[in-house]
């Protein structure tokens, strides 16, 4: 929102008001005001005016780094650290069929909520791997020895393509985050949806369309392997069918 005391006031009205009426009280003194381009002068007053205090980018909301700008690595490091935690489960006496299966329902949906957000790091997925290839050859045994059974690539591979049909982490972060540029452009009935729509499109239908296909052709300049790549064909199948469909292609 805007660094306007008014604005604030009328908010912690209504979260006052909402506070009465559910019994669901808001701690303000945990609460921060985050700024963008704003004096510190102005900052003080609005963080007296809301009761709370000020704080900076980056931060962690609901377990995600958010900021400004591209998350550095080091701060994808408590994803890491819950991701790792997962090998202590996955025990030397589990088989092989089994460490897939822990590693496809425990160890990867661990890493999706923040790929459903955020476009993750070469090295995290790298970091990300080198866990699973753990958990996969030597369960949570450090101290046990020996190679690989199998290239990576090889076991990323669907089962009908004779791999093991464990997911391709990058492929798998492109195609969820693809799924936002189809609500953004479908109009979905979604808020910030409408929202961005509304401020930024809404007085030149012209405009957005030919501002919507310049952001569709810029992603696909960028992601050209999304086409070719078969081991995810439900994603090419998205992106066609959303061209075909919006764009006449």
């Known amino acids: 929102m805007q660094a306007d005391a008014r604005q604030l006031f009328c908010l912690k009205a209504i979260l006052n008001s909402f506070a009465s009426s559910t019994g669901l009280m808001v701690n303000f003194n945990k609460s921060l005001l985050l700024p963008i381009n704003v004096s510190s002068e102005k900052m003080q007053i609005l963080a007296a005016t809301f009761g709370c205090q000020i704080g900076s980018f980056p931060f962690t909301y609901l377990g995600l780094p958010l900021g400004t700008t591209k998350p550095k690595i080091e701060e994808f490091a408590p994803l890491l650290d819950r991701v790792e935690r997962k090998l202590t489960a996955c025990s030397t006496m589990l088989s092989y069929s089994g460490r897939v299966e822990y590693i496809n ?3 990867t949906p661990t890493a999706s909520y923040a790929m459903c957000t955020l476009k993750l790091h070469k090295g995290v997925i790298h970091s990300i791997d080198r866990i699973r290839k753990q958990c996969l050859w030597r369960g949570n045994s450090e101290r046990k020895k020996g190679g690989n059974l199998a290239a990576w690539p090889l076991v ?46 809404q007085q030149s239908p012209t405009l957005s369309k030919r501002s919507g296909i310049i952001l569709v052709e810029r992603y696909l300049q960028v992601e050209r392997s999304l086409w070719v790549h078969h081991d995810l064909p439900a994603r090419g199948w998205l992106v066609s069918s959303f061209l075909e469909r919006q764009l006449g292609r």
């Open 105 to 107: 329902t425990v160890i």
């Open 156 to 201: 990323q591979r669907p089962k009908h393509k004779g791999g093991l049909g464990i997911k391709n982490l990058k492929l798998q972060n492109d195609a969820v985050l693809l799924k936002h540029l189809h609500k953004f452009y479908s109009k979905a009935d979604i808020p910030w949806v409408q929202q961005i729509w509304f401020k930024y499109y």
